[in-house]
């Protein structure tokens, strides 16, 4: 097992790039983020929001309960299970993404260290369980903290990417007889998405160390940021992406059908989402997901959801309520139960090491 330092880095999501500053144990506390009052704030503004709007629809989502009562459990089961075979998919992703910078870490670890990062991210705002995912790996190991979220950023481009491309296939094929305003609005959106990700990759990448030479900031930022560059581009090569593709738009086929197999077992006779239908709907909700303001999107994905259920495929709002319902079941409040009891056993969180000890990055961090 590999000896580590205890924790040392801040989970502050500007300060964790920038500055690898030592904090106590404290500091680090799940319990002590979750009494504070921004917290507090991203989780109570939403669920009152929800409970406005379920106020004000009350006639037509007193229905919901029902409606959820009559679920097929073992399509629910299996929505389940096929979402959880995700985790060890991204596992295997963000590896060959830490291998990529010279750093072996195994299937095993990383899959438990995303499971926990997804905890945070359900239960903290500004996505700060990305930054967990990070810290962790650094107290478990000698890699640098800047050099591993650079792995993380280039992981979530690849998401994004996936979103946007697979997201639009299934939406001009799901709406191939048209679409309405509203989707037309989402597919720009999208267009526009993917346009700034490729010119900020391509600005990162070639001009990203000379402005930042250009402005008067301390020699250790720029130390801090070729780190990081280092992780986002040393991770992805010509060899490793074709597999890296193919592995990223595996992980989504899992998120569509949990979505798909959460439509099935509800059964509704007036809805029929295919599998295009239900990629496009997933993959709107996951990308809404990135908005930072609350823990996993609460309040905006299942707007999201609910909206594009009901202006794109005509899906009744108590039916489409349901359907957002039963599938945040799953994806988040079972993230926090099971993520909970993770959080609680593991010792990744302690920093007591990797389960199998990597040997020492190829370049110094």
């Given at each position: 097992?590999?000896?580590?330092?205890?924790?040392r880095?801040?989970?502050?999501?500007?300060?964790?790039?920038?500055?690898?500053?030592?904090?106590?144990?404290d500091?680090?506390?799940?319990?002590?983020?979750?009494?504070?009052?921004?917290t507090?704030?991203?989780?109570?503004?939403?669920?009152?929001?929800?409970a406005?709007?379920?106020w004000?629809?009350?006639?037509?989502?007193?229905?919901?309960?029902e409606?959820i009562l009559?679920?097929?459990?073992?399509?629910?089961?299996?929505g389940f299970l096929v979402?959880?075979a995700?985790?060890?998919?991204?596992?295997?992703?963000?590896?060959?993404?830490?291998?990529?910078?010279g750093?072996?870490?195994?299937?095993?670890?990383?899959?438990?260290?995303?499971?926990?990062?997804w905890?945070?991210?359900?239960?903290v705002?500004?996505?700060?369980?990305d930054l967990y995912?990070a810290?962790?790996?650094?107290?478990?190991?000698t890699?640098?903290?800047?050099r591993?979220?650079?792995?993380?950023?280039i992981?979530?481009?690849?998401?994004?990417?996936?979103?946007?491309?697979?997201?639009?296939?299934?939406g001009f094929w799901?709406?191939r007889?048209?679409?309405s305003?509203?989707?037309?609005l989402?597919?720009?959106?999208?267009?526009?998405?993917?346009?700034?990700?490729?010119?900020?990759?391509l600005?990162l990448?070639?001009?990203?160390r000379?402005?930042?030479?250009?402005?008067?900031?301390?020699?250790?930022?720029?130390?801090?940021?070729?780190?990081?560059?280092?992780?986002?581009?040393?991770?992805?090569?010509?060899?490793?992406?074709?597999?890296?593709?193919?592995?990223?738009g595996?992980?989504?086929?899992?998120?569509?059908?949990?979505?798909y197999?959460?439509v099935?077992?509800?059964?509704?006779?007036?809805?029929?989402?295919?599998?295009?239908g239900?990629?496009?709907?997933?993959?709107?909700?996951?990308?809404?997901?990135?908005?930072?303001l609350?823990p996993?999107?609460?309040?905006?994905?299942?707007?999201?959801?609910?909206?594009v259920?009901t202006?794109?495929?005509?899906?009744?709002?108590?039916?489409?309520?349901?359907?957002?319902?039963v599938?945040?079941?799953?994806?988040?409040f079972?993230?926090?139960?099971?993520?909970s009891i993770?959080y609680?056993?593991?010792?990744?969180?302690?920093?007591?090491?990797?389960?199998?000890?990597?040997?020492e990055?190829?370049?110094s961090?």
């Amino acid at each position: 097992m590999t000896g580590v330092p205890p924790p040392r880095e801040p989970l502050e999501q500007a300060d964790a790039v920038e500055t690898e500053a030592e904090v106590t144990a404290d500091q680090l506390s799940l319990g002590r983020r979750l009494r504070q009052p921004r917290t507090i704030l991203s989780l109570a503004i939403p669920l009152v929001a929800i409970a406005v709007f379920a106020w004000l629809n009350r006639e037509q989502l007193g229905r919901v309960p029902e409606l959820i009562l009559h679920v097929n459990p073992a399509l629910v089961l299996a929505g389940f299970l096929v979402f959880y075979a995700g985790f060890p998919l991204r596992g295997l992703r963000w590896a060959l993404l830490v291998r990529g910078t010279g750093f072996h870490l195994s299937v095993r670890d990383a899959t438990e260290i995303i499971f926990l990062s997804w905890l945070i991210n359900c239960l903290v705002p500004a996505k700060l369980g990305d930054l967990y995912r990070a810290w962790l790996l650094k107290i478990n190991s000698t890699v640098s903290l800047s050099r591993t979220f650079g792995t993380v950023f280039i992981e979530r481009i690849l998401d994004l990417f996936a979103i946007v491309v697979l997201g639009l296939a299934a939406g001009f094929w799901s709406f191939r007889s048209g679409m309405s305003s509203q989707i037309q609005l989402i597919v720009g959106i999208g267009v526009g998405v993917v346009v700034v990700l490729g010119a900020g990759l391509l600005t990162l990448r070639n001009f990203g160390r000379r402005i930042l030479t250009a402005l008067p900031i301390p020699h250790r930022i720029l130390e801090y940021y070729d780190r990081f560059e280092e992780g986002v581009f040393g991770a992805v090569g010509l060899r490793r992406l074709p597999p890296l593709v193919v592995i990223t738009g595996l992980i989504w086929a899992t998120e569509a059908m949990r979505l798909y197999l959460v439509v099935q077992a509800l059964a509704f006779p007036d809805v029929t989402l295919g599998i295009s239908g239900a990629f496009f709907v997933a993959l709107i909700g996951s990308l809404l997901t990135a908005v930072p303001l609350s823990p996993a999107g609460l309040g905006i994905v299942e707007a999201g959801v609910v909206g594009v259920l009901t202006a794109g495929y005509g899906v009744p709002l108590p039916e489409a309520t349901a359907i957002a319902v039963v599938d945040r079941t799953i994806s988040v409040f079972s993230i926090i139960a099971l993520g909970s009891i993770a959080y609680a056993i593991s010792p990744k969180r302690r920093g007591a090491g990797l389960t199998h000890p990597a040997p020492e990055p190829s370049a110094s961090g």
